[in-house]
């Protein structure tokens, strides 16, 4: 037993189990999107970091090329996935209940029924969470996390395993920096502390200020 927070070994053990069934499986899915020259962008952030407006943005902005489909995960309802529906894009809801974040056999399930297209972008919108979904590879191509000026710039430092799996950072919501304490300089100073070498994209989801910067950054990882 661990005198400093109770847990046991065997709690410890389970857990890198648990990872080491799930890193396996994000092998395979990496492997199956590979073989298809699929994308796969796994878009991570706290609640109400504006995910969905941005992916939203994002399916017009691209405009049908490449072609896109969303990997919708929540813990309940499909709000998220209707609205991605209503842009013409194909969106499979995901569901977790009291769990916190996707893992590789969901996104496994995901993929087998979105079935995509060679060439293709597959986003998935990871739950809203900046602890648990760091810890869980889906077998994704790269790792966004967004984030915006209304959370602060201090975190990165408060969460820097998600900040340090980051191949991009997304920094939204700029349109309200004049009206808020937020400098974007200390965010990126701290950023680098745990990640030096993720790029940071400015942007509006809501202006669209920005997205077209994003959108070119997709289209070279393509």
Known sequence: MCGTCGCSGVTVELEQRVLARNDDLAQ????WLAEREVLAVNLMSSP?????TLLER???????????????GDQETAIDAERIRATGCR???????AGCHLDA?????ALSELDPPARSVVFVENVGNLVCPALFDLGESYRVVITSVTEGADKP???PHMFGTADLVVLNKVDLA???DFAVDTFVGHLRQVNQRAEV???SATTGAGVGAWCGRLRDWV
Do not use: C, D, W
């Not at 395979?28 to 492997?31: D, E, K, L, P, T």
């Not at 056999?105 to 399930?109: E, I, L, P, T, V």
């Open 201 to 203: 994209v400015p942007l």
């Open 58 to 72: 994002t399916i017009r902005g691209l405009g049908g090329e490449p072609v896109v489909s969303v990997v919708e």
């Open 105 to 109: 056999s969901m996104f496994a399930r």
């Open 178 to 180: 004049p009206h808020l």
């Open 157 to 159: 430092l408060k969460y």
């Open 28 to 31: 395979r899915n990496r492997a």
């Open 48 to 52: 109400g970091a504006g995910k969905t």
């Open 91 to 97: 969106a499979v809801q995901v569901n977790t209940g």
